[in-house]
Nanobody, 126 residues
Framework: VQLQASGGGSVQPGGSLRLSCAASGRSFSVYGMGWFRQVQGKEREFVAF???????TYYEDSVKGRFTISRDNANTVYLQMSSLKREDTAVYYC?????????????????????WGQGTLVTVSS
């Protein structure tokens, strides 16, 4: 699957942004999709994940209640970000994987994802 992320930009603290990740290629519906973020000099960290059928979503603790991951039938995954904080500033990446994994929380590990989109920069600043 080829992934194309978009929607990043600059926003003031407390503001909102919606990131999109458009997928093309193999069957998207079996792919679990995740969002990760990375600050320069730090490791890429898990943000959110949605199962292939959309039945379950998972979030990193610091974004719970503020971010929402969703997917539509047009091969796009979204990350709606609200109440943004300065510490949310990062390059955001979407990722997808359709394989079977050994651990139930595999989606929290970036190395478990096979396909990646290019990053989109989110800057939260006044």
């Amino acid at each position: 699957v080829q992934l194309q992320a978009s929607g990043g930009g600059s926003v003031q603290p407390g503001g909102s942004l919606r990131l999109s990740c458009a997928a093309s290629g193999r069957s998207f519906s079996v792919y679990g999709m995740g969002w990760f973020r990375q600050v320069q000099g730090k490791e890429r960290e898990f943000v959110a994940f949605i199962r292939g059928d959309g039945s379950r979503t998972y979030y990193e603790d610091s974004v719970k209640g503020r971010f929402t991951i969703s997917r539509d039938n047009a091969n796009t995954v979204y990350l709606q970000m609200s109440s943004l904080k300065r510490e949310d500033t990062a390059v955001y990446y979407c990722a997808g994987d359709g394989r079977t994994h050994r651990f139930s929380t595999w989606y929290r590990k970036s190395e478990e994802f096979e396909d990646w989109g290019q990053g989109t920069l989110v800057t939260v600043s006044s």
